[in-house]
């Protein structure tokens, strides 16, 4: 069964530091990888979306990539801002309809 | 603006009762999804519809039923036979002609048992 893994659960860094997102894949057969954004309370906001085809994915200061052979994706993100506290969640595509999901990493990025 | 509205916000639900959660999407998408997210959990797939009057059971199907008689609205029923329904809901729809684009998420509700 895939397995989609993210550590660490949690992170705080001050503001302006750049940081990395880790989410690993138990199964190389992945379609796409989505990275989402989750405010507390709310619904889930798609950052990026990498297709099999592709290793990266940019969007302003984020940078998503994908290596399938090692099964990891990172989510960088430049110059953090307080603004970007929220729990981000990556989701491996297996099939049109198999989306699995990490636990995410709830970053706090401290002014 | 296109998108997927969810409702209500909170639901509050008796011992026993059914209750039905709202998902309507004007995105003109083919497929539909609804998951249930748990503190420290990923979200997991409760059931989906890749067209209307179809639909699938997901990984956590029991205690679940769904109707898919309109393109744009996929509802969810938490019948009495789900033992443990408190957790927030999503649903999310995709188009189906692409994967190009990615799934969007509306802004779910969540369900508490009193």
């Known amino acids: 069964k895939q397995e989609v893994t993210q550590i660490p659960a949690a992170l705080s860094v001050p503001e302006g530091e750049n940081l990395v997102l880790n989410c690993s894949f138990t199964?190389?057969?992945?379609?796409?990888l989505q990275w989402f954004r989750q405010d507390p309370g709310k619904g889930l906001t798609s950052l990026l979306l990498?297709?099999?085809?592709?290793r990266e994915q940019t969007s302003g200061r984020l940078n998503a990539s994908l290596d399938k052979s090692s099964g990891r994706s990172t989510l960088y993100i430049a110059a953090s801002q307080p603004g970007d506290s929220a729990t981000y969640l990556c989701?491996?595509?297996?099939?049109?309809?198999?989306?699995?999901f990490g636990a995410g990493t709830r970053l706090t990025v401290k002014p | 603006d296109g998108g997927i509205t969810q409702s209500p916000k909170y639901l509050f639900r008796k011992e026993g009762q059914n209750v039905t959660l709202s998902c309507e999407q004007n995105l003109n998408h083919d497929a539909m999804y609804w998951y249930r997210q748990d503190p420290g959990q990923g979200l997991r797939l409760i059931y989906y519809?890749?067209?209307?009057?179809?639909?699938q059971k997901g990984d956590i199907a029991e205690g679940y039923s769904v109707s898919r008689e309109k393109k744009e609205s996929f509802p969810l029923t938490v019948t009495s036979a789900q033992k443990n329904p408190t957790a927030f809901y999503l649903c999310?729809?995709?188009?189906?002609?692409?994967?190009?684009?990615?799934?969007?998420f509306g802004s779910g509700t969540r369900l508490t048992v009193v």
């Open positions: 999310a729809s995709r188009d189906g002609q692409t994967r190009a684009y990615g799934y969007t």
């Open positions: 519809s890749q067209i209307v009057n179809d639909f």
């Open positions: 990498i297709q099999s085809s592709q």
């Open positions: 199964d190389s057969a992945i379609y796409n």
């Open positions: 989701a491996g595509w297996y099939n049109n309809n198999d989306m699995r």
